[in-house]
């Protein structure tokens, strides 16, 4: 294919300590006819008089500037400014590693409307994520196999909005939910795949994902991550029915990590969250049998055997209020 004809979108919020990174290493050994879309999602620092530095220094390089609207909202920007026949999102604190231009030269994408490839995580940086597929042209979800459940899940990597190219065209007027805070990538990637005709894996790892920051999903406490589990099922499961697969153990899967990840916040994040917050969340997950029993299997597993005590015991009775008591008291004495 020809590398030339990428644009690279990189929203930015509160980004001007890492911005000239993340610019430098997507134009690391670019082609010239690289389009860098650099766009300042109404930032209050810095990060909107960085992007106009940048844009000034390099052709290939181009700023906007928005008022906030999030993320998704920011990426949608790009897209409409985009006129590459490649898109490639890149987040503000990460970085593309070397040799993803000189492996896209040296590619016959055979007509695939995505290319996927490894990336880097900054939290387990002996550990490379890579496709666990052969290289090469994969026609539907279906000839994915057995990878199809660690590319959406284990690995998240057909979830994310990296580390990936999207085709243009095949993109066409699909945009990001601006109304989901969280989500809105796997939505994308979701509805994107219903459009897709075939997927190409590229083996390499060109992407590093700068994961251990503060703020970041895994730290902080949050209650909205069932809601938006519930309102990307319904692509999930349109997406499965399309590709002829069955979808039932997939939306279980997926319901399951929604309710770990939001029992993993309730309980191991500090934050302000009113007790009865807490409560109908917990409640929501104990409603689930599928994840009771996922979280009888961590808590038996668990090595600090008393302090999850209070956490088995309100498992077992089915008390949501027990739960929600004992996470604002270790909140506030341990």
Not at 156 to 182: H, M, Q, S, T, V
Request: with cysteine; glycine share 8%.
């Amino acid at each position: 294919m020809n590398p030339a004809r990428v644009s690279i979108i990189i929203p930015c919020y509160r980004a001007a300590a890492t911005l000239r990174r993340a610019a430098a290493s997507a134009l690391d050994g670019a082609p010239n006819g690289v389009q860098l879309l650099l766009v300042d999602d109404g930032s209050p620092d810095d990060t909107g008089a960085v992007c106009d530095e940048l844009a000034n220094t390099d052709a290939r390089i181009t700023a906007l500037h928005r008022p906030n609207g999030g993320a998704g909202a920011a990426r949608n920007t790009g897209l409409d400014a985009a006129d590459g026949d490649w898109v490639l999102f890149l987040d503000a604190d990460d970085e593309l590693l070397p040799g993803l231009w000189q492996a896209l030269d040296a590619l016959d994408d055979a007509g695939a409307d995505l290319i996927l490839f490894g990336l880097r995580r900054a939290s387990d940086p002996g550990s490379d994520v890579l496709p666990p597929l052969p290289a090469g042209r994969y026609d539907g979800l279906a000839a994915l196999g057995d990878a199809l459940d660690p590319l959406l899940f284990e690995t998240g990597l057909l979830a994310a909005p990296y580390p990936k190219l999207f085709r243009r065209a095949a993109l066409g007027a699909l945009r990001f939910d601006e109304n989901l805070k969280i989500n809105e990538d796997v939505l994308f990637n979701l509805l994107f795949l219903q459009k897709t005709t075939a997927i190409y894996c590229l083996h390499g790892v060109y992407y590093k994902q700068n994961d251990v920051v503060a703020g970041s999903l895994s730290r902080s406490l949050r209650g909205d991550v069932l809601d938006a589990e519930a309102a990307t099922r319904p692509a999930l499961e349109a997406l499965l029915v399309q590709n002829g697969l069955d979808p039932a153990p997939y939306l279980r899967k997926s319901r399951v990590r929604a309710c770990l990840n939001q029992y993993g916040l309730l309980t191991g994040c500090r934050g302000a969250m009113p007790f009865a917050r807490r409560r109908a969340l917990f409640a929501r997950i104990l409603a689930d049998a599928d994840a009771r029993a996922a979280l009888r299997a961590r808590l038996r597993a668990d090595p600090h055997r008393l302090l999850a005590l209070p956490y088995r015991l309100g498992l077992a009775c089915r008390a949501p209020g027990l739960l929600a008591a004992y996470t604002l008291a270790k909140q506030r004495f341990l």
